[in-house]
T-cell receptor
Framework: DAGVIQSPRHEVTEMGQEVTLRCKPI?????LFWYRQTMMRGLELLIY????????DSGMPEDRFSAKMPNASFSTLKIQPSEPRDSAVYFC?????????????FGDGTRLSIL | AQSVAQPEDQVNVAEGNPLTVKCTYS??????LFWYVQYPNRGLQFLLK??????LVKGSYGFEAEFNKSQTSFHLKKPSALVSDSALYFC?????????????FGRGTSLIVHP
């Protein structure tokens, strides 16, 4: 089975530009998570969805960040406008809805650099 | 509330020696505990989990973890380290009594195995 697929793997753009990160979860998984990883702050949960519905977006840093899940096989994380402090590795993860004992399956991330 | 601590930022071990990566947790009820590994430029990969039952859990790549309820610990171990085990290791916890589906991750421990 294919794992969680993220695109692009690397993104370099200038401050003020719009950035869109994409994620395809594992087929059949009901939960989808967006994380951000930095050296300073470690792994931070930004938002998660259950059955395509956003459940908790309290980790989204600002209104510049938005996430959607239009269907069970696709999600986007958008930053508009982008700022240098948004530079980080962004991970998408998915898991099964069969109890709290299910692990998360992570994609390989998008390394975002805002100049 | 749930929390997890990885007291060591870095662990150094010689190839062939046993390794231990420490994790302690705090939950209101009983824990679900997870270990993940992250190789450079990759996402987190699930290694093993504790749900209930035997205190010694075996996982991928020869790793195992020991659950100790009295010490609220879940240390990751391997009898003989390989250079290829060098990576970042994360412990995570979910509280079985909690209402949130979200696990709490530790800050990670960098394992360096020297030839």
């Amino acid at each position: 089975d294919a794992g969680v697929i993220q695109s692009p793997r690397h993104e370099v753009t200038e401050m003020g530009q719009e950035v869109t990160l994409r994620c395809k979860p594992i087929s059949g998984h009901d939960y989808l998570f967006w994380y951000r990883q930095t050296m300073m702050r470690g792994l931070e949960l930004l938002i998660y969805f259950n059955n395509n519905v956003p459940i908790d977006d309290s980790g989204m840093p600002e209104d510049r960040f938005s996430a959607k899940m239009p269907n069970a096989s696709f999600s986007t994380l958008k930053i508009q406008p982008s700022e240098p402090r948004d530079s980080a590795v962004y991970f998408c993860a998915s898991s099964l809805n069969s109890g709290y004992n299910q692990p998360q399956h992570f994609g390989d991330g998008t390394r975002l650099s805002i100049l | 509330a749930q929390s997890v601590a990885q007291p060591e930022d870095q662990v150094n071990v010689a190839e062939g020696n046993p390794l231990t990566v420490k994790c302690t947790y705090s939950v209101s009820g009983n824990p679900y505990l997870f270990w993940y590994v992250q190789y450079p430029n990759r996402g987190l990969q699930f290694l093993l989990k504790y749900i209930t039952g035997d205190n010694l859990v075996k996982g991928s790549y020869g790793f195992e973890a020991e659950f100790n309820k009295s010490q609220t610990s879940f240390h990751l171990k391997k009898p003989s380290a390989l250079v290829s085990d060098s990576a970042l290791y994360f412990c995570a916890v979910r509280d079985q009594a909690g209402g949130s589906y979200i696990p709490t991750f530790g800050r990670g421990t960098s394992l360096i195995v020297h030839p």
